[in-house]
């Protein structure tokens, strides 16, 4: 074996044995955060909780979907409000209430968000009022 | 041109170009700022995690003094660049208390050893509820409560140099 490639091994085996940049704690994930609630209704419920709650950390990802520390610790979170007998809207306001409309992915009408709700209707009415009127102008 | 309307989708069209190159030139700010500005400290009890540092409760703020809540972790890269920043702040008088999120022990007391320890308290905060009851996304944020247990003000990611006399005014004033 030429000095070449006995020194890419070595350098392989240093990559492997390299630990990444920690950015993540030492601490094992949350009791809840990888674990079903045993009732299954319920943990239906934080289910679709969940599927509809952004990860702060990675904002494009639900709580769901992400493996982020902080994803899996408001699934602990939301799981054990279920638990404890909250609805599902009730922990949906509880985070509402500190991080604003913005951690929910259901947005609700507000003076806002209210473009969001009125122009796929808007601009549906806008295409029946052309296509009516371009049927019309055939017609003749 | 008898039909001015054939014009209105190419406008439309360059107007649609505007706006995305404006929103590509300068992104939109993505920072998730806590919605608990002017809201009383919601309710904690911390257990302490470092020996002779007592833990970290709700109750020892509003106590007419103003106080900054620091939330930061060991295993945090940005909070080791905040900490000689924090102790300036500490030399300045501001009476800082620490939470301590998803932390041990040992690793929190190394931190400490190394990059000093400006914190009268610190709780630990193993799941992160605390932090979420605060509105924090993130490590390091910090918190100014004032007098009466209010929080006043959140700053996000590390103090800098350049932040500590907005930090200072803050909390002076924060009767």
């Known amino acids: ?140 | 041109m008898k039909r001015p309307l054939l014009w209105v989708p190419v406008l439309a069209f360059f107007a649609l170009i505007a706006v995305l190159a404006s929103e590509l030139l300068s992104p939109a700010d993505r920072t998730v700022r806590s919605a608990m500005i002017g809201q009383p400290l919601p309710e904690f009890a911390l257990t302490a995690i470092v020996p002779g540092k007592p833990g970290l409760a709700s109750a020892d703020f509003g106590k007419g003094q103003p106080r900054l809540l620091n939330v930061f972790a060991s295993w945090c890269a940005p909070c080791i660049a905040e900490a000689p920043i924090l102790m300036q702040l500490k030399a300045a008088g501001v009476p800082i208390d620490g939470v301590a999120i998803r932390d041990t022990g040992p690793a929190l007391q190394a931190f400490l050893a190394r990059n000093g320890d400006p914190f009268d308290r610190i709780g630990s905060d193993p799941d992160s509820s605390v932090q979420f009851a605060l509105g924090s996304s993130g490590v390091p944020e910090s918190f100014v409560i004032d007098g009466q247990g209010r929080i006043v003000h959140q700053h996000i990611g590390d103090i800098k140099a350049d932040d500590v006399a907005v930090i200072i005014a803050a909390v002076k004033g924060a009767q």
């Open chain 1, 1 to 140: 074996m030429n000095m070449q490639s006995s020194r890419s091994i070595v350098l392989a085996i240093l990559l492997l044995l390299a630990a990444p940049a920690a950015a993540d704690s030492n601490l094992p994930p949350a009791r809840y955060a990888n674990m079903q609630i045993a009732d299954p209704a319920k943990e239906a419920e934080a289910r679709r909780l969940m599927e509809t709650l952004r990860c702060l950390v990675c904002q494009g990802q639900s709580i769901a979907d992400s493996d982020a520390e902080m994803a899996g610790d408001m699934r602990a979170l939301v799981r054990q409000r279920i638990v404890a007998g909250e609805t599902s809207g009730e922990v949906r306001q509880w985070l509402i209430q500190r991080y604003g409309d913005y951690v929910s992915y259901d947005p609700p009408l507000s003076p806002v968000t209210a473009p969001l709700w009125l122009a796929p209707l808007i601009l549906l009415g806008l295409g029946g009022l052309i296509a009516t009127r371009s049927f019309k102008r055939k017609r003749r």
